[in-house]
């Protein structure tokens, strides 16, 4: 299988080469998933995936997921002469339109990724055209004047056609995804090299403290076993000492270095994407 890597144009020098490296790395432990879709995911998507993977098998039919989803006091008109779907919406709502668009984006991206599987049946009837959650005909020419009617002259007309008579299935892999709350590669990444960096930590202070208790011990035995100290043993004690100095040094070192990791970890945490701009125009 084939995997992509994105470089930012931006990158050149030793910055690209250690990019590339640290991808590298990064795939050798989480081969199990395409590095292609380890996007950072808005709160929103989030939302939908969930609902996504929770939808039961039998009941996966991709417009009524839309429907449940995003046409909960809102429709969709669809006019198959023209080719033309449009959204309508109560007139004081104002993230009907962005909603809708990131729902069928997301189920196209995830498509198109392979975390889901999206199959059709051409003998399915075909449903009427008007979908909504809980809005009737009845509601609708009693309330008609309530209500705002978005025009959509796009291609989403063939989609929302195909997801009349098609059905998904959740692959593992988006189902890892969640399974690891929707942290990106490099997130991962760097907690492994927090974890590490932390287990080290713990060796070098039991190395250290091993290394404190020989010296003591080397420090009292000649007055436990031998009255008389020489020269040797005062050079030795010294040398020690020496050499527990520098290893307080090492764990100063490798503390500054956790905690470096520990804040380029919050970092890298804190670059998930926000909900896009509410937009009312025709796209």
């Known amino acids: 299988m084939v995997r992509i890597v994105y470089i930012p144009m931006k990158m050149e020098g030793y910055e690209r080469k250690s990019f590339i490296y640290k991808q590298i790395g990064v795939m050798s432990r989480y081969k199990n998933i395409n590095l292609i879709t380890m996007k950072n995911f808005s709160e929103y998507e989030q939302r939908l995936i969930e609902n996504l993977v929770k939808t039961d098998l039998l009941k996966s039919n991709v417009l009524d997921f839309i429907s449940n989803t995003v046409l909960v006091d809102r429709g969709i008109e669809i006019k198959e002469d023209a080719k033309i779907i449009s959204l309508l919406y109560s007139k004081t709502d104002k993230n009907a339109l962005t909603e809708f668009?990131?729902?069928?984006?997301?189920?196209?991206?995830?498509?198109?990724?392979?975390?889901?599987?999206?199959?059709?049946?051409?003998?399915?009837?075909?449903?009427?055209?008007?979908?909504?959650?809980?809005?009737?005909?009845?509601?609708?020419?009693?309330?008609?004047?309530?209500?705002?009617?978005?025009?959509?002259?796009?291609?989403?007309f063939d989609l929302i056609m195909r997801y009349k008579i098609s059905y998904f299935y959740v692959r593992s892999e988006l189902k890892k995804i969640l399974e690891n709350n929707f942290k990106t590669y490099e997130q991962m990444y760097h907690e492994e090299e927090l974890t590490e960096s932390k287990k080290q930590t713990r060796i070098s202070r039991f190395s250290f403290y091993l290394a404190l208790g020989a010296l003591l011990f080397s420090f009292i035995a000649p007055f436990i076993f031998d009255a008389n100290i020489n020269q040797d043993q005062v050079n030795e004690i010294n040398q020690n000492l020496k050499v527990l100095e520098l290893s307080v040094k090492d764990i100063k070192t490798e503390i500054l270095l956790m905690r470096e990791t520990l804040i380029d970890t919050l970092n890298s945490s804190s670059g998930k994407e926000t909900q896009r701009p509410t937009s009312n125009h025709t796209p």
Do not use: M
Not at 101 to 126: A, R
């Open 101 to 156: 668009f990131e729902c069928i984006s997301t189920i196209d991206y995830l498509e198109k990724n392979n975390l889901i599987f999206v199959h059709s049946n051409y003998d399915l009837p075909q449903k009427g055209n008007f979908v909504s959650k809980n809005i009737t005909q009845e509601i609708l020419d009693s309330k008609v004047t309530d209500f705002f009617i978005q025009p959509i002259p796009t291609n989403i």
